[in-house]
Structures are given as structure tokens and as C-alpha cells.
């Protein structure tokens, strides 16, 4: 999209572009990190198990190089005791390679999580496409993984070249010394050489891993029509979405009006707002606003109340309360239970007077007991 636009890659990745990502296998992931973890790891894991390692092979040479003469010529016995020797073998090498399996798999974990994308093992012929291909190698990414081959190359080869200095004597002395003392301590200083080595990868990961974060993150980077789009997908169009939203309003305002024939009381300001209110002793424990509304939806709940002869009541402190802290559907505030109660009894009054369908459906009251929090302008 960037490309087509000319837009430019600003604006941070979304939720579901980094999910998508993570779908396709396009996590941060870092070469020199993972390297070092596996070098340290084997080299440490030499010292420690390597001499039991040793011990059960040099069993194992012994015991299966030592061969009678009657196991020579029975062409059963060879098979199965080179069977046997085979799976010692793997056996006592299982702990090495174990724990390379964990360091294999600690590297990717430390980047970018647990993560597996059968579509990052898909087939992809631009591949195989050889103009594709140069134009990667002379990419700037190719241009920095060069620079740190480069310098991969300088810090290891200066750290095994001090390392070798340091140690020239030690492995010149090696020669004056028994065959079954130097190759143990000829073991011991390749193992040590290659620890060294490996520990002169940490300063390659130290660089290495921000700039995978930095490097993924602005691969992941999106223009601001690239957002649009996805929100538009997402959310679905914006006209589309306005209707929904109106035949929305206009179902909830009906099922609204509908209940204005069953309020006891409609309270008015006396034009600018118009709030139905509901008490049912047996089933309420507080009056509940069936319906409420502004202006012209003011003037329609009014209009539907005459017609059913609901009656209606101006006090406009008091329907400026229930309009600003109550919502269709809820009970009112224990504020204003003792003003409601007063106009609810004034209504229950009037409706046990026998002249009640002669008097004006329209009342007036004031000096009701609003708290002055519950005042609006």
C-alpha cells in the first residue's frame, strides 16, 4: 500500500498486523543469539558430562572390541552385539544432545516467544528467482549482515588469536608430555579454546538482538491508509456502520415509546425534557425511568402519555436530575427517592379522586427536595 500511495511506513503496527505476522512466522528473531546460547551451552556441557561421556565409549571399546573367537565365526552374535553397542552409544550421548535440543530451542524462546506458522514452511517460487536474490544480497539488510560477518569475523578471530597466544607454551609443552596425560589436557584446551571463542559471541548478540527488535518493528511498520483499511475490514464500512447504528437507535427508541403507556408519571422541564418513570410496589424496589428524552423525542413521549392518558407533571429541577443521572432502564438515584415519593403519591392521590378524567393532565409542583449535587443547569 505504501508503495502504490507513495505513503510512508509512520505508524506503529496494530494488534492484528503483529498477530498476522506472527501467523506467517515473521517474529524478531536473532542468528548471533541463538549461536551463542547453543556455542556456551555445548562448550560447558563438554566440560561437565564430556569425561562420563568418555568412560562409557572407552567401556564400550573395550568391551565390544574384545571379541571371542566363537562370537567371530556365529553370524547371529555380530549383529546383535553390534546392536547393543549402538544403542549404548546413542544412549550415553542422549544427555549431550538433550541439552542442545533445550539450547536450540531457549534462543528462539528469549526473541519472540513460543511461535510455529505452517505458512513459513510453505513452498515460495520468487525464491528461486535469481533477480529476487541479488536484490536481497544488495539490499540494506544484506549491506548490514555483511558488516556483521565482518565484524564477527574480527572479534573471533582476534579473541582465538590472543587466545592462542596466551596459551602457546601450554600446547608446544604438549608434545614432551605422555600420550595418556595429553590427551586429556590437549581435551581440556580445546574445550577452554572453545569457550572462549563462543563468549566472544555475546558481545555480537549484545548488538545483535536490539537491532532484530528495531529491524522487526519497522518491517511491521504501517502507513496511515494501511490503518484505515484494516480498520475499515475490521469494523466495516463507515456508512454501513452509521446505518446499523440508526436502525439501532430507532428500534431501542421504539421499544422505548412502548413503555410510556404503562409509566405512572411523565416528569417535564416542561418542554426541553420529558423522563417516564415506573413504580410497581410488588415487584420494584425503587421507581425505575422507562423512557426519557430530549426536545422532539421530549415532545413525542409527551404526545404518546396524553393519548393514553398518562398523566404529566412539570418540575423542572427534578426532570433535569433524572435526565442527567439515570439511564433508561434503571432505578433511580436513592437521592432523589424522597422528591420522586412526593410526586408519585400527588399522582396515586389524584387518581382516587372520582373527577379524575376532568382535570387537566398536565401538574405543577414545586419546592421538591432536590440535593444540591443532584442541580443542573
Known sequence: MAEDTGQERTEAPTPKRLQQAREKGQVPASRELNTMIMMLIAGSSIMFIGPGIVENFLDLFRRYLNISRENIFDITAMPVMLKTAIIEALVSISPFFAVMIVAAIAGPLMMGGVNFSTKALAFKWDKLNPVSGMGRVFSKKGFVELIKALIKFIIIGTTAVLFLYTKIDVYLGLSSEPLVQALPHMANLLIWSFLAIAS???????????????????????????????NKDTEG???????IKNVQRELAQRRMMAEVPKADVII??????????????????????????????????????????????????????LHHTTEV????????????????AYIFKLRTDPRWNTYNKEHKMGNLPIPDDMQFD
Do not use: W
Open 200 to 230: 566472544s559471541l555475546v558481545l555480537i548478540a549484545l548488538v545483535d538482538v536490539p537491532f532484530q527488535i528495531y529491524d522487526h518493528a519497522q518491517q511491521l511498520k504501517m502507513t496511515f491508509q494501511e490503518i484505515k483499511d484494516e
Open 329 to 344: 432502564d434503571d432505578e433511580i438515584p436513592a437521592a432523589l427517592y424522597l422528591a420522586v415519593a412526593q410526586v408519585l
Open 237 to 243: 464500512n463507515p456508512d454501513v456502520r452509521g446505518r
Open 268 to 321: 417535564t422541564n416542561p418542554e426541553h425534557y420529558s423522563i417516564a418513570v415506573k413504580y410497581d410496589q410488588e415487584n420494584m424496589a425503587a421507581p425505575v425511568v422507562v423512557a426519557k428524552g430530549v426536545d422532539m423525542i421530549a415532545m413525542q413521549i409527551r404526545t404518546i402519555a396524553r393519548e393514553h392518558e398518562v398523566p404529566i407533571l412539570q418540575a423542572p429541577p427534578l426532570a433535569r436530575a
